[in-house]
């Protein structure tokens, strides 16, 4: 099956889905091993639970140790690693084309032949619990947390990925191989491979490492609605030296059509020192280093939201600035001009990041997972292209609504706490 050009997709008897990206001017591939797995799929009592897998499943399997699953790939200049998210986890590898067999035979060994021995168990809860202080000593990431915890209250997109304290010290080998067997399924498996590579022989190779898997009892996800945010401000006070502030609204998931308008709208806002945002705040007060606006789109919801670090004597006259700039793009259409900008600057930061193979194995992969189909280059940049004035215009008037703000604002306990 050839969907698009060099992409080619081939769904392997067991379930597991593989597809691949030919790319004649590389010498390289990035592979990565999708699991439709994450923290969107815990519960209060295992929360913290796919990441703390992710983790573990490098401490060793029946045949390597450590030492010799990181060595493997890294004797011949490659890299080796994982990530989690709310709805994924990622285990990849970045070799030489002639090294792909290799990373092929670690990642899958790693995920098949995972020892869960108590005592790594026991050692990486330390570890665990020392990358969850470190997120909550750094305010600019942890109000994040404390966003999305208020955007998705009691709901799994809200929870922490790492875990709580709690949830991490009650893990244990039984619990990780319950997840595992839950949700490690080929129907819930991507493999992905993007570079100079050759489609036939990467799904015999798949086939020889993974084909074994069996799934006796498909296990598809069954959404359920997102319960309402708490909207308004909640305020979060500590030890610091600064505020940081979220501010932000849900939106739509990753198959909405108006999604283009969004990475525009968020474009003309957060697009380097040329967006409004560092603009019209940054540059013109001077009261924040950083500033920004994101977007995040899921399978079922996404949110859109804009962050500050100022002074804490300057946190109300900042938050009323992004208000005001938010409400610019409700009341006033953006002009011809900077909407050309624009879109040329989307179009050229997808170009320059789709030359890392990594990036466009990422891409790949999640085309695949969200979408079922691929979408060329050319494509994406004829639907950004499609944006108009009234598509943007429209979607800040649907969105940007007072009354579904959530904020989220973490501030030193001091004299300018309330």
Known sequence: MEPHGHINKTVLPNGITVVSEHVDFVRSAAIGIWVEAGSRDETPENNGIAHFMEHMVFKGTQTRSPFEIANTIESFGGQINAFTGKELTCFYARVLDENLPDAIDVLSDILLNPVFRPEDVEREKSVVLEELSDVEDTPSEFIHELFVEQMYPDYPLGYNILGTRDSIRNFSPEKIRE?????????????????????????????????????????????????????????????????????????????????????????????GMSGRLFQNIREKYGFVYSIYSFMDFYLNDGLFGVYVGTETSQLEFMQEKVTEELQSL?????????????????????????????????????????????????????????????????????IFSGENFVTSILKPADKYSN
Request: glycine share 4%; aromatic share 6%.
């Open 179 to 271: 997840f595992t067997e839950k949700y490690y399924l080929p129907e819930r498996m991507v493999v992905a491979v993007v570079g100079h590579v050759d489609h036939k022989r990467l799904v015999e190779l798949v086939k020889t490492s993974l084909g074994s898997m069996e799934s006796s009892v498909s296990n598809p996800r069954h959404l359920t609605d997102p319960p309402k945010s708490v909207v308004g401000t909640k305020v979060h006070t500590d030890g610091l030296q600064q505020a940081h502030l979220v501010t932000g609204v849900r939106t739509f998931p990753y198959n909405d059509s108006r999604r283009y308008a969004l990475l525009v709208l968020n474009t003309v806002l957060s697009g």
């Open 330 to 398: 409700k009341n006033e259409p953006i002009l011809e001009e900077e909407l050309r900008k624009v879109k040329t600057q989307v179009k050229g930061s997808i170009v320059l990041s789709l030359e890392n193979m990594f990036n466009r194995m990422n891409r790949l992969a999640k085309q695949d997972i969200y979408f079922g189909e691929f979408q060329t280059i050319d494509e994406f940049m004829a639907e950004v292209e499609s944006v108009t004035i009234d598509d943007v215009h429209s979607l800040a008037n649907d």
